[in-house]
C-alpha cells in the first residue's frame, strides 16, 4: 500500500480545557466522605446514559420501551413463521370448499392448519429451522443487554434523584441545559471525574458525543466513501444505517478496532512509524467484515424486508401520500451538524427547516408530469365515485371480486397523483426559500446561492432531504451494497484513515482522547474565507470545509452561555461582536447598501415562512419588537430589519442576553456563583422584561419559558449563521473581483494569467458537493506557521503567509510545487515505531 500516500500535518495543540492550575490534577477525597458517584471510571457511558434518561423522559419510558422492543422482534419472526406454514391459503382465497355441519360461511380459523400439521411444516423446512436460530440467538442477546441496561439505567435513576435532585415525573419539564448545568454544579460535591476540580459543558459535550464528532469531521473532510459517480444516475449519495454501523463498528468499538476503550485511541496509531503496516492490518479487517457482511446479507436482508413491510405498509394504506413525503437523509445529518451538536438540538433545527425545504423542493413539479398527473387522477377519480355510489346504494356491490380491491387501488392512485399537482396559490421564490432553509440548516455549498432557481442545485439538495420512499429502498438495498462499498471503497482509504486518526486526535485532560476539529478552535481549523482570516494558521487539508468550525464554535457558544471559550476562539467572537456593532451603527444611519445584516435580515422578510419567530423578529408586532417609525408614524422595515437583526447579533458573548434571560429562569438556583444573574435586562430583541416571563413557579410554566429561551437561541444562531454566510459571499465576490482585475491588467507572463484564471474558475466551491468543474483541481492555501510532519520536524515560523494556489488530489493528498521558501521533506516510508515521536497531543 506504499502507493497510498497523504500529507495530513499534525496538530500543535494551544488550548486549555482545565482552569488554571488544574492540569494533571488529582482530586484527593477522604474515604469517609466519598459518594456513590465519587471517580466513574467510564464516564462516557455514564453521561450517554444520562442524556438518553432524559431524551426517553425517565426510567419507566425507557423500560416500556425496551420491553415492546423484545417484544416486537418475537413478533415479526413469529407471525412471519405462522404466515409462511401455518396457512391454507386455498381456503382463505375460495379455491378450495369447506364442508360445514353447522353453517355454510367460511371463517377465518377454518384456514388455519392444524397444530401437528404446521409444526410438521416448520420441522421439515430447513431454512425456517436456520432463520429461528439465527432470531434466537439474536433475541438472547438482546434479552442480556437489555436485562444489563435496566440495571444500568437504575443507577442513573438514583442518579437523577439522589444527586440532581430530580423526580423522574418531573424528568420530560427539564430541559437538557438545566440538567447539565447540574451535573456541572455537583462536581464540586461528588467529584464524579476526579483528573479536573470543575466540569465544564465542553467536557459533557465531547464525552456523549466522542465518536459522533469524529464521524461529521470525517464527512466534512470527505473521507467516507459515501459519494459515487454512477452510470444513469449520475452523482449520488449512498449513507445508511447499515453502513454507518459497520465504520462505527471498524473504527470505534468493534473487535481490533483503533480504540482501546471509550475514551483512548490505542497507543501504536499515535505514532507514524508504523503507519502502512497499520492500514494494511486495516485494510484485513475491512476486508473481512465486508466479507461477514456478505455472508450475512441474506438473512438481514430478509429482516429488512419483513420489517419493513409490517411497518410502513399500513401507513401507507392510511396515508398513502406518506411516500411522496420527504425525509432528511442520513447523510444530510452528518453533513448539516455542528460540531459538538446533541441529537435533540440536531432534529430541533432540522425539523425547523423542514417546512421551507418540502416548499422548496415542490417549487421543481414538471410541468409535463403535472399534466399527466391531472388527467389520471380525473380518469381514476370518474371510476371511484360510480364504485363508491353503487356501494352506497347496495352493499352487497362489495361482494363482488376485486371490488373493495379496485376501490382501494383506485383512491391510493389519486392520492399519489395529487402529490404531482402542484398548490395553485404557491409563488416560486427559490432563492428566498433557500435563504429560509439556510436560516435553519446553517450550511450550504457556495455554488447554491444565486442558483436556487437550477435543477443541478434541487438535485443536489435532494441528497440532504430526499423522499421517504427513497430512504426506505435505500435501506432494503443496504445489506446488498454495503459489503462491496466496505471491499472495494473503503480499503482503498485504509491509509488515509490512519493518517486521520493520529493527526487530527488530541488529549484533553479530564476528557481522553477527542477529534481535534471538535475543540473548534479557529486557529487550527479556522477557514480564511469565513472570517478567520489572520486568526488561524490550518493549512488547506487542515481547515474545516463550509466554515464547520467557526459556525459550530458559534452555535456552541450561543447554546451553553456560561461556557468560556480559549483565547483564539473569544478573540474571534470579539471581532466579530465589533464588525456588527460597526455595520449596525451604518444601517441606522441608512447605509444598508451592502451592509451584511440588512441583507442577511433582509431575505427573511416574505410570506415563506411569516409565522416564524425569526420573521417575527424582524419585522413582526410590537409586542417582539420596538418598532422605529417614520417622520410621519410609518413602520419602516429597513429599520427594525437593521436594528433588530444587529440587536441579536451583539448577544453572540456567552455572557449575552440570553444569559441573563436564561438566568432568570427556575432552574438559576443552580447556577454558578461566578456568573452573576441579571435580572433586570430585556430579551434580545425584545421589550419584554425577563422577570415577567419566569414569574411562574408550575412545572408547565418552566416548561413554557424553557421552549421560549429555546426558541430566541435559535434565531440568535439563525441570524448568525445568515450574518456569516453573507460575509463570506461578500468575500468570495472580492476575491473574484480582486483575481478578475489581475487577470486583466497583468501582462507578466502567460502562467500567472493560466494561475489566475484557474483561481477565479474554482472559486468558491464546495469540496463536500464536488461538482465536474472543482472535483480534480482547487485552490489550496499553506500557511508557512509552527507545523510538523510525519517524521517530526517543525517547519520555521514566520510572521506571515502566503497563499498559494495548488491542485487538488483526492482526499488527503496535495500537491505542493513551487513553493517559495518552504520545502518539505517527503514522506517517510515504513520505518521503526520507536522513530517517530507520537502524533498525539496532550492538551494541558
Not at 422 to 447: G, N, R, S, T
Amino acid at each position: 500500500m506504499a502507493h497510498f500516500d497523504t500529507e495530513y500535518q499534525r496538530l500543535e495543540a494551544s488550548y486549555s480545557d482545565s482552569p488554571p492550575g488544574e492540569e494533571n490534577l488529582l482530586v484527593h477525597v477522604p474515604e469517609g466522605s466519598k459518594s456513590p458517584w465519587h471517580h466513574i471510571e467510564n464516564l462516557d457511558l455514564f453521561f450517554q446514559r444520562v442524556y438518553n434518561l432524559h431524551q426517553k423522559n425517565g426510567f419507566t419510558c425507557m423500560l416500556l420501551g425496551e420491553i415492546f422492543e423484545l417484544v416486537q422482534l418475537v413478533f415479526v419472526v413469529a407471525f412471519t413463521v405462522f404466515l409462511a406454514n401455518c396457512v391454507d391459503y386455498d381456503i382463505l382465497f375460495a379455491n378450495k370448499f369447506v364442508n360445514h355441519t353447522d353453517s355454510s360461511k367460511v371463517t377465518l380459523p377454518d384456514a388455519f392448519l392444524p397444530v401437528d400439521e404446521c409444526s410438521a411444516r416448520i420441522r421439515d423446512s430447513v431454512s425456517v429451522i436456520f432463520i429461528l436460530i439465527i432470531s434466537g440467538v439474536f433475541w438472547l442477546h438482546r434479552l442480556v443487554k437489555f436485562f444489563y441496561n435496566i440495571c444500568c439505567y437504575w443507577e442513573i435513576r438514583s442518579f437523577y434523584i439522589n444527586a440532581l435532585k430530580m423526580s423522574t415525573a418531573d424528568l420530560p419539564y427539564f430541559t437538557w441545559q438545566e440538567v447539565q448545568a447540574r451535573i456541572v454544579e455537583i462536581q464540586k460535591e461528588h467529584q464524579i471525574c476526579i483528573h479536573k476540580k470543575e466540569l465544564t459543558e465542553l467536557d459533557i459535550y465531547h464525552r456523549i458525543l466522542r465518536f459522533k464528532n469524529y464521524m461529521v469531521a470525517m464527512v466534512n473532510k470527505s473521507l467516507l466513501p459515501v459519494r459515487f459517480r454512477l452510470p444513469l444516475l449520475g452523482d449520488t449519495v449512498f449513507y445508511t444505517r447499515g453502513l454507518k454501523y459497520n465504520f462505527e463498528l471498524i473504527f470505534f468499538w468493534g473487535p481490533g478496532s483503533l480504540f482501546e476503550n471509550e475514551w483512548s485511541l490505542k497507543s501504536e496509531y499515535k505514532r507514524g512509524g508504523n503507519r502502512l503496516e497499520l492500514a494494511d492490518r486495516l485494510s484485513s479487517r475491512i476486508l473481512w467484515i465486508g466479507i461477514a457482511n456478505l455472508l450475512l446479507c441474506p438473512v438481514i436482508l430478509i429482516w429488512q424486508i419483513l420489517y419493513a413491510f409490517f411497518s410502513y405498509t399500513e401507513v401507507i394504506k392510511r396515508e398513502p401520500g406518506s411516500l411522496g413525503a420527504r425525509c432528511w437523509s442520513l447523510y444530510g445529518r452528518f453533513y448539516l451538524r455542528h460540531f459538538n451538536e446533541l441529537d435533540h438540538e440536531l432534529m430541533s433545527r432540522l425539523s425547523k427547516g423542514y417546512k421551507a425545504s418540502s416548499k422548496y423542493m415542490n417549487c421543481f413539479m414538471s410541468p409535463l408530469l403535472t399534466v399527466v398527473a391531472k388527467n389520471v387522477a380525473f380518469f381514476a377519480g370518474s371510476i371511484l365515485a360510480v364504485l363508491i355510489a353503487l356501494t352506497i346504494y347496495d352493499e352487497d356491490v362489495l361482494a363482488v371480486e376485486h371490488v373493495l380491491s379496485s376501490i382501494t387501488l383506485l383512491g391510493v392512485g389519486i392520492t399519489v397523483c395529487r402529490s404531482f399537482i402542484p398548490d395553485k396559490h404557491m409563488v416560486f421564490c427559490p432563492e428566498q426559500l433557500l435563504k429560509v432553509i439556510l436560516a435553519q440548516i446553517h450550511y450550504m455549498p457556495d455554488h447554491w446561492q444565486g442558483n436556487a432557481h437550477r435543477y443541478e442545485t434541487r438535485d443536489e439538495f435532494a441528497q440532504l432531504f430526499q423522499y421517504k420512499a427513497v430512504f426506505i429502498l435505500e435501506e432494503l438495498l443496504s445489506p446488498v451494497i454495503t459489503p462491496f462499498i466496505l471491499i472495494f471503497c473503503l480499503r482503498r482509504k485504509s491509509l488515509e484513515i490512519i493518517d486521520f486518526f493520529r493527526n487530527f486526535t488530541v488529549d484533553v485532560v479530564g476528557v481522553g482522547d477527542t477529534c481535534s476539529f471538535a475543540q473548534m478552535d479557529v486557529r487550527q481549523h479556522g477557514h480564511p474565507a469565513w472570517m478567520s482570516a489572520g486568526k488561524t494558521e490550518a493549512s488547506i487539508y487542515q481547515q474545516a470545509e463550509d466554515g464547520k468550525t467557526e459556525l459550530s464554535l458559534m452555535h456552541f457558544a450561543i447554546t451553553n452561555p456560561h461556557w468560556q471559550p480559549p483565547r483564539e476562539s473569544t478573540h474571534f467572537i470579539s471581532l466579530l461582536k465589533e464588525k456588527v456593532h460597526r455595520e449596525a451603527a451604518g444601517g441606522q444611519q441608512g447605509i444598508i447598501a451592502e451592509n451584511p445584516i440588512f441583507t442577511s435580515t433582509h431575505s427573511l422578510q416574505s410570506d415563506s415562512e411569516p409565522r416564524s419567530l425569526i420573521a417575527n423578529l424582524l419585522i413582526g408586532p410590537p409586542s417582539l419588537v420596538s418598532l422605529h417609525l417614520g417622520r410621519e408614524g410609518s413602520i419602516n422595515p429597513v429599520s427594525i430589519g437593521v436594528s433588530e437583526g444587529a440587536s441579536a447579533l451583539r448577544s453572540l458573548s456567552p455572557v449575552s442576553a440570553s444569559l441573563h434571560l436564561r438566568g432568570s429562569h427556575p432552574s438559576a438556583r443552580l447556577a454558578r456563583q461566578d456568573h452573576p444573574v441579571v435580572t433586570g435586562r430585556a430579551m434580545t430583541g425584545s421589550g419584554t422584561d425577563a422577570r415577567t416571563i419566569s414569574s411562574g413557579s408550575s412545572a408547565w410554566e418552566g416548561q413554557l419559558t424553557s421552549m421560549i429561551l429555546s426558541e430566541y437561541a435559535s434565531t440568535e444562531m439563525s441570524i448568525h449563521a445568515l450574518y456569516i454566510h453573507e460575509m463570506h459571499k461578500q468575500q468570495s465576490r472580492g476575491e473574484l473581483s480582486r483575481h478578475t482585475w489581475h487577470r486583466q491588467e497583468s501582462d507578466e507572463s502567460s502562467e500567472s494569467v493560466n494561475e489566475d484564471m484557474e483561481a477565479a474558475r474554482n472559486f468558491p466551491r464546495s469540496s463536500t458537493f464536488p461538482s465536474a468543474t472543482n472535483s480534480h483541481q482547487q485552490g489550496a492555501a499553506h500557511h508557512s506557521g509552527s507545523q510538523r510532519r510525519f517524521d517530526g520536524t517543525s517547519d520555521p515560523v514566520s510572521g506571515s503567509f502566503r497563499v498559494q494556489r495548488t491542485p487538488r488530489m483526492p482526499m488527503g493528498g496535495w500537491s505542493e510545487e513551487n513553493q517559495i521558501g518552504r520545502h518539505h521533506d517527503p514522506v517517510p516510508e515504513e520505518g521503526a515505531e520507536d522513530d517517530l515521536p507520537p502524533h498525539i497531543h496532550k492538551v494541558t
